[in-house]
């Protein structure tokens, strides 16, 4: 159902915290005594309570399928309080085939953009990626085709290949699979392996992919100096609004219940850009921000 893969792809990042997954860690460690923190949760908790669209409920009332779709990942202690949506993780079965595609999707998306972010940024270097065996096969093709092409744009043909390949690749696989289990309902998808998913051998070029991403890009020292910074700016803006949360826009602020003054508190933070997060810390700390 093309409709439900959109919006399952729309919505399931909307949980996202400021600062990728570190600001998530953090904001985890500081929810610790409030009952924690996941981002895929979040996603969940904007769709069904946050969003104020209706005056008989809050959330976007959207369907069951649609909210599976946005909860990739769940811990067992808040699957047991989701009732019939966290039962698939207690169980250990599949999603629906359109929350299956949104993920690898998902991965195909931020492998590339992250290869991009690389280059263009200086953290990693061209021959620094030809030792990924995906993205030189596909450099060598664009060489070849386009002889003499040099900067971005050979570097948009390589990453626009590879995305073509995965993307094949995944089609091809799923589509081999789905005629072979011929699934009669959900009931069976769920009860299955994985049916949508890359080759053999795409998934050990993709994870090889990931590993040299995680080594050389996302440990980078200066991504590591980052990622001190961003820690300090939600671990400082949590505790500056828990120790005084009129600093909180009144819609955030809660009288005499602490446990739900965090949530309001892991709401708004969540809720933020990296540069707002930025701005919002040096507003409260700086001597120069009045």
Do not use: W
């Not at 599976?68 to 202690?77: A, F, P, T």
């Not at 699934?183 to 040299?212: C, H, N, W, Y």
């Not at 003054?261 to 919002?280: H, N, S, V």
């Amino acid at each position: 159902n093309e409709d439900l893969v959109e919006a399952t792809a729309l919505a399931h990042d909307l949980g996202h915290t400021p600062f990728g997954h570190v600001g998530q860690d953090v904001l985890n460690e500081c929810m610790a005594d409030y009952g924690g923190f996941e981002h895929n949760l979040q996603s969940l908790r904007v769709v069904d309570h946050l969003e104020e669209h209706y005056g008989a409920f809050d959330g976007l009332n959207l369907t069951f399928e649609t909210r599976e779709g946005i909860l990739k990942h769940c811990s067992l202690n808040n699957a047991r309080q989701l009732g019939e949506l966290g039962q698939r993780f207690i169980d250990r079965t599949q999603p629906s085939l359109e929350a299956q595609l949104t993920n690898l999707a998902d991965e195909i998306a931020y492998n590339n953009h992250d290869i991009d972010d690389g280059l263009r940024s200086g953290l990693l270097t061209m021959a620094q990626m030809e030792e990924v065996e995906l993205f030189a096969r596909h450099r060598h093709a664009v060489e070849g085709a386009y002889p003499g092409l040099a900067g971005r744009r050979a570097l948009y043909e390589t990453i626009r290949l590879m995305i073509t390949a995965m993307t094949a690749d995944l089609v091809e696989t799923s589509s081999a699979l789905l005629l072979e289990a011929a699934p009669k309902s959900i009931d069976e998808v769920r009860a299955g392996p994985p049916l949508i998913r890359f080759s053999a051998q795409m998934r050990a070029e993709t994870t090889a992919l990931k590993r040299f991403l995680y080594a050389n890009l996302y440990r980078h020292f200066q991504v590591n100096r980052m990622r001190v910074k961003a820690s300090r700016i939600v671990r400082e803006l949590f505790e500056a609004f828990l120790n005084d949360p009129v600093l909180l826009p009144n819609d955030y602020q809660v009288a005499d219940d602490p446990m739900k003054q965090a949530r309001k508190i892991a709401d708004y933070i969540a809720g933020m850009t990296d540069r707002y997060a930025i701005r919002e810390h040096r507003r409260i700390f700086s001597l120069d921000h009045f």
